[in-house]
């Protein structure tokens, strides 16, 4: 941890003398997700086509969404795909981010803040909007009332137009459906947290802090320290980093150059409460991702992170921003968890893009010849396409997508070194050894309805009495079956499925209705079905209905 301070403070003491203007994230799952996709695919714009680095840096968005602005004013032939509300979700778009990522003037509408609290400066820009959300609801499967009730604050300021800083906080109290229930017992853990009280045994308790600080350190490069959640990826789901596990220490170095993107994450992780081989070690994960717009239309990407515990600081070889983590990982001699995989995303035609992941935990290119379920070949693999403005739709998306993870994917021996955070897996929520089909349909009639539904359907091998089937990350994988007589593990034979299978059906349906500037009432149902083959089948049915301001929706669709 030592080490990792230090190269903060490094960087921090070069802001006086190279910083040249200000950045800003926009948050994941924000309403502007949905658009930016739909504008990209539609433009095909290059700084748009490299953002599955999120959250998006709104310095660049607004720059990319005012340039299709002014040309969509110029009634640019590329443009004219643009929806009646895809131009109004731009325009609100922009007058939502103004204060950020047009040069070092603001340009600020005066007579129309967007924010609660608005304050413009010549050297200081501060927006503070205060967060409330409240959500009530049942299900069939329990008669106690589910609810949700957050209250905050959240700010965002521009420091000498050099620096800017953001802040989110709350305070929460939710009583979750059952499943959830199960997964926090199961895990001590609820979705995207882990520190949390228990009010009773079915209610809990916890305070969500998130806060960074962001400048450009070179003409190309940006930095954001801060304590936040990141993804990888342009799916529903990630199969490299997803937002589930919740909010982390973290360093990260972006730099642009020509059609290359080189992104640095470092990360301070909490490591579970399970297996505890090495538990005077401190949890560190390490990231680079290189994308390149190979065309207007193509953007491809690889992915190097090793996961890994030290007991005083972090590892100095690590730190170098330009090498690859597994030929450095073997170089150091140390047991880490070391993964790679490849990103892409191609948009077509003005309507599709296809995209997909592919991650490569540990294999054997002869036991994947021979087909035997060896338990060492960990990979896994996403592919989704998107379909904007279906079937001559207007406005309405359609989006498939498919993802596969072999078991004991993403598993080591010991909670410093397995690919978790927070008691929860760091990239897909159910872990390894499954399979999960995900269509989701979102259709926006008019400008402040959002309508959405989801069918989700996957399959997973559960644990047995006594024998490890790999779905579980968190367990330590030299855990495997053995032979009572002869002792031997059982090393083939894990294939997905395999064990007690699992099977679950989600289906969703939501509308959110924008009143004012993110202020919005919810409304949802949804039947989830989960049946083991040895075990009782849990099928349920919930209703909710709440409304949130400056807050994004909470969901659990696993």
Same mark, same amino acid.
């Given at each position: 941890m030592?080490i990792?301070k230090?190269?903060c403070?490094a960087?921090?003491?070069?802001i006086?003398?190279h910083?040249?203007?200000?950045?800003?994230?926009?948050?994941?799952?924000?309403?502007?997700?949905f658009?930016?996709?739909r504008?990209e695919?539609k433009?095909r714009r290059?700084g748009?086509?490299?953002?599955?680095?999120?959250?998006?840096?709104?310095?660049l968005?607004v720059q990319?969404v005012?340039a299709?602005?002014?040309l969509l004013?110029l009634?640019?032939e590329?443009?004219t795909?643009?929806?009646?509300?895809?131009?109004?979700?731009?325009?609100?778009?922009?007058k939502?981010?103004?204060?950020?990522g047009l040069g070092n003037?603001?340009a600020?509408d005066?007579?129309?803040?967007?924010?609660?609290?608005?304050t413009?400066?010549?050297?200081?820009y501060?927006a503070?909007?205060p967060i409330i959300?409240y959500r009530?609801? $049942?299900?069939?499967? %329990?008669s106690?009332? @589910?609810f949700?009730?957050?209250a !905050? /604050?959240?700010s965002?300021?521009?420091i000498? =137009?050099?620096?800017?800083?953001q802040?989110?906080?709350?305070?929460?109290?939710?009583?979750?459906p059952?499943?959830?229930r199960?997964f926090t017992n199961?895990?001590r853990?609820?979705?995207?947290f882990?520190?949390?009280?228990a009010?009773d045994?079915t209610?809990?308790?916890?305070i969500d802090?998130r806060?960074?600080m962001?400048?450009?350190?070179a003409k190309m490069v940006d930095?954001q320290?801060g304590?936040?959640?990141?993804?990888i990826g342009?799916?529903?789901?990630?199969l490299m980093?997803?937002d589930?596990s919740?909010?982390s220490?973290?360093l990260?170095?972006n730099?642009r150059?020509?059609k $290359?993107?080189f992104? %640095?994450?470092?990360? @301070?992780?909490?490591?579970?409460f !399970? /297996?505890?081989?090495?538990?005077?070690?401190? =949890?560190?994960?390490r990231?680079?991702?290189l994308?390149?717009n190979a065309?207007k239309w193509?953007?491809i990407?690889?992915?190097?992170a090793?996961v890994?515990?030290?007991?005083?600081?972090?590892?100095?070889?690590y730190?170098q921003?330009f090498?690859f983590?597994?030929a450095?990982?073997?170089q150091?001699?140390?047991?880490?968890?070391?993964l790679?995989?490849?990103?892409?995303?191609?948009?077509?035609?003005?309507?599709f893009?296809v995209?997909?992941?592919?991650v490569?935990?540990e294999?054997k290119?002869?036991?994947i010849?021979?087909?035997?379920?060896w338990?060492a070949?960990k990979y896994g693999y996403?592919l989704?396409?998107?379909?904007?403005?279906a079937?001559k739709?207007?406005n309405?998306?359609?989006?498939?997508e498919?993802?596969?993870?072999r078991p004991?994917?993403?598993?080591?021996?010991?909670?410093v070194?397995?690919?978790s955070?927070?008691?929860?897996?760091?990239?897909?929520p159910?872990?390894?050894g499954?399979?999960?089909?995900?269509?989701?349909v979102r259709?926006q009639?008019i400008?402040?309805?959002?309508?959405?539904?989801?069918?989700m359907?996957?399959?997973?091998g559960?644990?047995t009495?006594?024998?490890?089937f790999?779905?579980?990350?968190l367990?330590?994988?030299?855990?495997?079956?053995?032979?009572?007589?002869?002792g031997?593990?059982?090393?083939y034979?894990?294939?997905?499925g395999?064990?007690n299978k699992?099977?679950?059906?989600?289906i969703?349906?939501?509308?959110?209705?924008?009143?004012?500037?993110n202020?919005?009432i919810?409304a949802?149902?949804?039947?989830?079905?989960?049946k083991?083959?040895i075990?009782?089948?849990?099928?349920?049915?919930m209703y909710s209905?709440?409304f949130r301001w400056n807050?994004?929706?909470?969901t659990?669709?696993f």
């Open positions: 030592h990792f230090t190269l403070k960087i921090l003491l070069l006086p003398l910083s040249m203007s200000q950045t800003y994230y926009i948050p994941q799952g924000s309403k502007s997700d658009f930016l996709d504008l695919i433009t290059e748009l086509n490299s953002s599955y680095q999120k959250p998006l840096n709104s310095k968005m990319e005012a299709s602005d002014s004013k009634k640019n590329q443009y795909v643009l929806t009646e509300i895809d131009k109004k979700n731009l325009h609100e778009f922009l939502e981010y103004q204060a950020y003037n603001f600020v005066k007579k129309n803040n967007y924010h609660l609290i608005e413009k400066k010549s050297n200081l501060l503070i909007n959300q009530q609801g $049942f299900e069939s499967i %329990n106690k009332q @589910q949700l009730v957050s !905050g /604050i959240s965002q300021a521009i000498a =137009k050099k620096i800017g800083v802040l989110f906080l709350t305070t929460n109290q939710e009583r979750n059952y499943y959830v199960q199961k895990y853990a609820i979705p995207g882990s520190n949390y009280t009010k045994s209610t809990v308790n916890y802090f806060g960074s962001n400048f450009t350190l930095v320290f304590y936040d959640r990141n993804f342009n799916g529903m789901r990630s980093l997803s589930f919740g909010n220490l973290f990260k170095l730099t150059l020509w $290359f993107n992104e %640095n994450l470092y990360m @301070q992780l909490t490591p579970q !399970g /297996i505890a081989n090495e538990s005077n070690k401190k =949890k560190y994960l990231i680079n991702t994308s390149i065309t193509l953007n990407g690889i992915f190097d090793v890994f515990g030290r007991e005083k600081q972090f590892e100095l070889n730190i921003p090498t983590l597994r450095m990982e073997q150091s001699g140390s047991p880490d968890n070391a790679v995989g490849l990103n892409f995303k191609a948009n077509i035609k003005q309507r893009q995209y997909g992941q592919f490569l935990d294999f290119l002869s036991e010849k021979a087909n035997s379920g338990w070949n996403q989704g396409i998107k379909y904007i403005d079937f739709i207007k309405l998306d359609v989006q498939l498919s993802n596969r993870s004991f994917m993403y598993t080591h021996y010991d909670s070194s397995n690919y955070n927070n008691n929860i897996a760091l990239a897909h159910l872990g390894a499954f399979q999960e089909y995900i269509l989701a259709y009639p400008q402040k309805l959002f309508l959405e539904g989801k069918l359907y996957y399959y997973q559960q644990d009495v006594g024998r490890n790999g779905n579980n990350i367990i330590d994988y030299r855990n495997r079956y053995k032979d009572p007589i002869t031997v593990e059982k090393n034979g894990y294939e997905i395999a064990g699992a099977t679950c059906t989600f969703s349906a939501n509308a959110s209705y924008e009143l004012k500037n202020l919005f919810d949802s149902i949804a039947v989830r079905n989960y083991l083959v075990g009782t089948a849990e099928n349920t049915t209905l709440g807050i994004n929706k909470r659990f669709e």
